[in-house]
Structures are given as C-alpha cells and as structure tokens.
C-alpha cells in the first residue's frame, strides 16, 4: 500500500512539473522580480511589511539565491555545450534517432525540475511570510499587470 501511494504521488508530481516544465524560465524570473518589489522600500511600504516579516524575506531570497547558485554550479559550461552539441548533431544527422532523442530530453529535464522546484520552494515560503491580505494586494497588481499586458499585446 505505501508503494502504490508513494509510486502515486511521484507519478502525480512528475506530471505536474512537466507541465510546469516549459515556463520554468519565466517562472524564477518572476521569483526574482517578486524579491526586488518585496525588498524595495516602496513595496514594504505599499504591503505594509513589519520588520520581522523583511527578515524572514531577506533569508528566504538569500538562500534562494545561493542555491541558485549551487545549481547553476553543478554543470559546467563545458557539459551544457557538450548537450547542445548533442542535440545539434541529432537534428543534423540523416536518420532520426528517437532513442537518442528521448535520452537528452531527460537529460535536460531533470535540470529544468530542479529549478522549477527551488522557485516553488522559495515561492512556498514566501506566501506563508505575508499575512492574507499582503497577498491579495500582490494578487490585485498581478491582475492589473496582464490586463496591461493584454492591451500592448494585439
């Protein structure tokens, strides 16, 4: 029973980042700008943010950062070139090779689920440091922001 659950769970996890997977870019750089507008003296004032609240804040985005860090440091950039070569050489080459194909998508998928769950970590703990109505008015200039998004867009 533990098994089926745990193979359950995984099974529910790993769809639910593949589907996070392709904005996994966009995703930390919104963690990003959310920390500027948090740790700027205009968005504490504007969320009304208490002393204790910056602290936590301040830790919360210093770690991320640093493991962001140790992340981006566990390959270097001689292995990152060495993958787009291979899939260069891949799509050049005169036969198709699904096998192959299959294996450097995984390659690269693992990186790409370990970023999207350090922003959803960081994410997590962010949300459970503002009170519920610091996260509505985040919420409210979200709204805004695409509608004005949606505007310039056509």
């Known amino acids: 029973m533990k098994l089926l659950t745990t193979l359950v769970l995984a099974s529910a996890l790993s769809v639910g980042l593949l589907s996070t997977e392709v904005s996994a870019k966009p995703y930390g750089g919104q963690l990003e700008h959310s920390a500027r507008l948090l740790l700027s003296e205009k968005g504490q004032q504007k969320l009304d943010i208490t002393e204790a609240q910056r602290t936590q804040l301040r830790a919360i985005f210093s770690d991320y950062k640093a493991a962001k860090k140790a992340l981006k440091s566990e390959t270097s950039k001689e292995d990152r070139q060495?993958?787009?070569?291979?899939?260069k050489a891949l799509m050049e080459s005169e036969v198709f090779d699904k096998v192959q194909a299959q294996i450097l998508l995984e390659q690269g998928q693992s990186k790409k689920q370990q970023w999207v769950l350090l922003a959803m970590e960081t994410r997590h703990k962010?949300?459970?440091v503002l009170s519920a109505e610091q996260r509505e008015k985040i919420q409210s200039w979200r709204m805004r922001h695409r509608g004005h998004k949606k505007q310039h867009k056509g």
């Open 126 to 128: 962010v949300f459970h």
């Open 82 to 87: 060495a993958h787009r070569d291979a899939m």
